[in-house]
């Protein structure tokens, strides 16, 4: 499967980080994104460039898309110069957007229409884990499909689960999402408490986690709010706008999510203070 040849369309945070690494494992990678200087790196390394999503489409044997919001994977999918109007019969579409699970069964049934095969598999692990080719990845969509994608996205990630038919890797990223919400809570919350109690936090840490109370966002973003450091591995705008998913979600299912009803308010505060482009991490400065 080395040799397939792949369309790349949104190469941001993680989306570059992804492309590197297929790259180095000797894939054909033609990318597009809104803004060219962001892929200038990558296509040194020897990506091609596409002027629209729907050129990195036409001779790919596999288009993955990673952009910001639901309506961008509608506008990269629907529109005139998109995907499914360049698309051909037996292509792979892998949307690592975290979107809305409706949008990816939409997807899903319109590249069967084309028959075109699709999987939603959005990620977790941000910055670190699209670096280090460690991300996780949560696939939606038909097994046999996902069967042949694995060795791929192997590439890039290494927790990569089978959750089940088009849109269940869009609900898992919703869990894990609500995860993160009430967990960055606890963690900033943990911070300045230690803080007012005139502990020395980075000893605090060696120790909580270490214990019971060990998550990724207290190993990897904990250090980075101790550093006063807020950039994004992930920004607050798309975070506030995958809660906004799970809470539409939730209340479709009629499902009282009261902690992730909290967390969604705080960091919308922040988004209207003018954080949205910081990393979840940002929470923090509301503690100080």
């Avoid at 949104?10 to 200087?37: F, P, Q, W």
């Avoid at 089940?164 to 900033?188: D, L, R």
């Amino acid at each position: 499967m080395g040799k397939l040849s792949i369309g790349f369309i949104g190469t941001g945070v993680m989306g570059a980080s992804i492309v590197a690494h297929l790259l180095n494992a000797d894939y054909k990678v033609t990318l597009y994104t809104r803004t060219k200087e962001k892929a200038e790196s990558l296509i040194e390394k020897g990506a091609v460039w596409a002027e629209t999503a729907g050129a990195a489409t036409v001779n790919s044997d596999i288009v993955f898309t990673m952009v910001g919001y639901p309506k961008d994977v509608e506008e990269v999918y629907y529109g005139k110069d998109g995907i499914f109007p360049a698309s051909k019969e037996g292509q792979i579409l892998i949307d690592m957007t975290t979107s809305s699970p409706a949008l990816a069964i939409k997807i899903a049934q319109e590249a069967a229409s084309r028959k075109v095969d699709s999987i939603d598999a959005p990620v977790s692990g941000g910055d670190i884990g699209a670096k280090n080719g460690t991300l996780s990845i949560m696939c939606g969509g038909e097994k046999t499909v996902f069967d042949k994608v694995l060795p791929i996205l192997s590439v890039f990630g290494k927790g990569i689960v089978y959750q089940g038919e088009a849109g269940s890797g869009q609900h898992t990223k919703m869990c894990n999402q609500i995860t993160i919400a009430t967990n960055m809570i606890g963690v900033c919350e943990a911070l300045a408490y230690a803080n007012k109690a005139g502990l020395d936090p980075e000893t605090v840490l060696s120790s909580i986690a270490a214990g019971a109370a060990s998550s990724w966002s207290l190993s990897n973003l904990a250090p980075r709010i101790l550093n006063e450091d807020f950039e994004p591995g992930f920004f607050v705008k798309h975070f506030l706008k995958d809660m906004n998913i799970a809470l539409d979600e939730a209340k479709r299912m009629n499902l009282a999510l009261p902690g992730l009803e909290l967390a969604f308010e705080m960091y919308e505060q922040l988004v209207e203070k003018g954080y949205g482009d910081k990393g979840t991490q940002v929470l923090y400065k509301r503690y100080k």
